[in-house]
T-cell receptor, first 112, second 114 residues
Framework: GESVGLHLPTLSVQEGDNSIINCAYS??????FIWYKQESGKGPQFIID?????DKRQGQRVTVLLNKTVKHLSLQIAATQPGDSAVYFC???????????FGSGTKLNVKP | DTEVTQTPKHLVMGMTNKKSLKCEQH?????MYWYKQKAKKPPELMFV???????INESVPSRFSPECPNSSLLNLHLHALQPEDSALYLC?????????????FGQGTRLTVV
């Protein structure tokens, strides 16, 4: 199956700093990507998505960047807050294949 | 209503038991999914239903049996499970079936097999 991986399993940042979480994917046919946040004991929560015809998309305090050339995805969180502490997963899918594959996840620790 | 509701939240079952996990959404979504998540691991896709028909089975053992009674409900029937099947079972749904719209997840059922 497709392989979606992350460079950093754990990221610790100071409250107020910006966070960058990275994800590498291996399937060049993937054309839709989602970032999910998962808090302990809860299901994944949608944060932001991006389609392959875009290279950047912004939400509230979050920005996703897509580099198709190197098959890399990143999530930037501005002014990180303690409530942002969670595990973050990227997920990819290929149009019409109706599957979402998840990367291995990065745990974000926000220090007050 | 943007919720996917899963019941029960916790389940402990013996290896000879039969139990069912339930999932419900009222968003009119036409695709529904079952994922399995072990501790500190990403969710792994098990099944996909598209328009109430099973469209994807990711080589899941037959002791897991999915069912989609209608467009709002998704069940996962469990029988003769093993301790290694203990995990968080997540249900998700998405508006379209092409895999190009976001999937909304429920809070999961924490399953322990003893």
């Amino acid at each position: 199956g497709e392989s979606v991986g992350l460079h950093l399993p754990t990221l610790s940042v100071q409250e107020g700093d910006n966070s960058i979480i990275n994800c590498a994917y291996s399937n060049s046919a993937s054309d839709y990507f989602i970032w999910y946040k998962q808090e302990s004991g809860k299901g994944p929560q949608f944060i932001i998505d991006i389609r392959s015809n875009m290279d950047k998309r912004q939400g509230q305090r979050v920005t996703v960047l897509l580099n198709k050339t190197v098959k890399h995805l990143s999530l930037q969180i501005a002014a990180t807050q303690p409530g942002d502490s969670a595990v973050y997963f990227c997920a990819e899918s290929v149009y019409n294949f109706n599957k979402f594959y998840f990367g291995s996840g990065t745990k974000l620790n926000v220090k007050p | 209503d943007t919720e996917v509701t899963q019941t029960p939240k916790h389940l402990v079952m013996g290896m000879t038991n039969k139990k069912s996990l339930k999932c419900e959404q009222h968003m009119g979504h036409r695709a529904m999914y079952w994922y399995k998540q072990k501790a500190k691991k990403p969710p792994e896709l098990m099944f996909v239903y598209s328009y109430e028909k099973l469209s994807i089975n990711e080589s899941v053992p037959s002791r897991f049996s999915p069912e989609c009674p209608n467009s709002s409900l998704l069940n996962l029937h469990l029988h003769a499970l093993q301790p290694e099947d203990s995990a968080l079972y997540l249900c998700a749904s998405s508006k379209e079936t092409g895999g190009n719209t976001e999937a909304f997840f429920g809070q999961g059922t924490r399953l322990t097999v003893v």
